[in-house]
């Protein structure tokens, strides 16, 4: 069975106080590894997808990386507005043929505070 | 370029009844899938619609349903509702099948009483 897992569920920095959120996975068939963020009461707002191990996407403050198992989400320098919940799903083939699906795992809360 | 929305946003029912979600993708999107998110199993798939054609569908009961009209726009039905359907429904859509990027509507805040 596919399983997305992420840690900490919680973290909280001190604002410029930089740090890693992890995620870790065992899937059958990785086609992508996506980033999300989600603000209370919102839809996730999509940030990276990242397709092979080595590869580093970045934007502002943070830069995503993924290795055969696991992905990790830096934030440099974080601000209050970072704070957010964010997660990672790994895209996976379904049964039918050409089919995938994202499978989440349930996120880290990150509070920033100033 | 609007994003994908989705109606109602709020939504208070009791148990026993059926509602009906409506969601619009993304303008030139083609596929649409819903989710369930709740705090303990967190994001959950739950279908995803193609071509007016459910191409994919995930662990949840014959209740859940949904259909995609010609112009991609897609309605999720949940019958007979449990407690346990109170949740945080979530519509996304991706140009073409689930292999592209799927961006996010606010989603459906469903209170089932």
């Known amino acids: 069975e596919d399983q997305v897992t992420q840690s900490p569920e919680a973290l909280r920095l001190q604002e410029g106080e930089s740090s890693s959120l992890n995620c870790s996975y065992t899937?059958?068939?990785?086609?992508?590894l996506f980033w999300y963020r989600q603000d209370p009461g919102k839809g996730p707002e999509f940030l990276f997808t990242?397709?092979?191990a080595g590869e580093e996407k970045e934007k502002e403050r943070l830069k995503a990386t993924l290795t055969k198992k696991e992905s990790f989400l830096h934030i440099t320098a974080p601000k209050p507005e970072d704070s957010a919940t964010y997660l990672c799903?790994?895209?996976?083939?379904?049964?039918?043929?050409?089919?995938?699906?994202?499978?989440f795992g349930k996120g880290t809360k990150l509070s920033v505070i100033p | 370029k609007a994003g994908v929305t989705q109606t109602p946003r709020y939504l208070i029912k009791t148990r026993g009844q059926q509602v009906t979600l409506s969601c619009s993708p993304i303008?030139?999107?083609?596929?649409v899938s819903w989710y369930q998110q709740t705090p303990g199993q967190g994001l959950q798939f739950l279908f995803e619609?193609?071509?007016?054609?459910?191409?994919n569908k995930g662990n949840f009961p014959g209740r859940f349903s949904g259909r995609q009209f010609s112009n991609s726009r897609s309605e999720m039905n949940v019958s007979t509702l449990e407690l346990g359907d109170s949740a945080l429904y979530l519509c996304?859509?991706?140009?073409?099948?689930?292999?592209?990027?799927?961006?996010f509507g606010p989603g459906t805040r469903l209170t089932v009483l």
């Open positions: 996304a859509s991706s140009q073409d099948r689930s292999t592209d990027t799927q961006y």
């Open positions: 799903a790994v895209q996976v083939p379904y049964s039918g043929a050409g089919s995938y699906q994202l499978t």
């Open positions: 619609y193609f071509s007016e054609t459910q191409r």
């Open positions: 303008s030139g999107h083609r596929s």
């Open positions: 990242l397709y092979s």
């Open positions: 899937v059958s068939g990785l086609r992508g």
